[in-house]
C-alpha cells in the first residue's frame, strides 16, 4: 500500500475499514545499517582472537551481533511491523497504536533525505510519540496530509473513534 497513492489508500479504508502499510523490502534495504552489518561482520569474527585473554567476551558480543541479524532479516523476510491506519487510529506494530481522540497534532516531515520522518504526537505529554517514516510509505508527504485530513474527518465528525 505504501507505493500507491492517497485515494488507493481511501478507498482500501472504506472497504475494508482498515490500510495495512507493511514494511518495505526495497526501502530497507538501503538503510545505513546494511553495509555496517557487513563490515561488522568481518569485524566480530576476529574479535575473539584480538581479546586473547577475554575470549568470552568476544563470543558473547558475536552471539549479540548474530541476535540482531536474525531480527533484521526477519523484519526483511515479514515484512513487520506493519503501519495499520483503521477507523479506531494508527497501529504502528503490535504495541504502538494512538487512538484518533488521542492525537493532539501531527509533526512536519524532518530528518535527511534517506531518513525522512515525522512524529504523531499524543494528547498525553508523557505519552511516546509515534514516529512514521518511509519504510511504509514511498511519499511521506502524500501520507502525512492523508492522516491529516483523515484526523479533521474524525475531530470533525465528533466521533469516539469507534465505527459503527
Request: glycine share 8%; aromatic share 12%.
Amino acid at each position: 500500500m505504501g507505493e500507491r497513492l492517497p485515494e488507493a489508500w481511501m478507498v482500501e479504508l472504506h472497504r475494508n475499514g482498515r490500510v495495512e502499510f507493511p514494511l518495505r523490502r526495497w526501502a530497507f534495504i538501503w538503510l545505513p545499517v546494511a553495509p555496517l552489518l557487513v563490515m561488522g561482520l568481518f569485524g566480530a569474527i576476529r574479535l575473539p582472537y584480538m581479546l586473547d585473554s577475554w575470549r568470552v567476551v568476544g563470543w558473547i558480543a558475536i552471539a549479540a551481533y548474530a541476535g540482531i541479524a536474525i531480527v533484521i532479516v526477519w523484519q526483511f523476510a515479514t515484512q513487520r511491523p506493519f503501519v495499520v491506519i483503521d477507523h479506531n487510529g494508527i497501529h504502528r506494530g503490535r504495541r504502538r497504536f494512538i487512538p484518533w481522540t488521542e492525537i493532539s497534532s501531527i509533526g512536519p516531515l524532518s530528518g535527511p533525505k534517506l531518513a525522512r520522518q515525522f512524529l504523531i504526537f499524543p494528547k498525553n505529554v508523557r505519552a511516546k510519540n509515534l514516529a512514521l517514516t518511509q519504510q511504509h510509505a514511498n511519499d511521506l508527504q502524500s501520507f502525512r496530509t492523508w492522516l491529516e485530513q483523515l484526523l479533521a474527518e474524525h475531530r470533525g465528525s465528533g466521533a469516539s473513534g469507534e465505527r459503527t
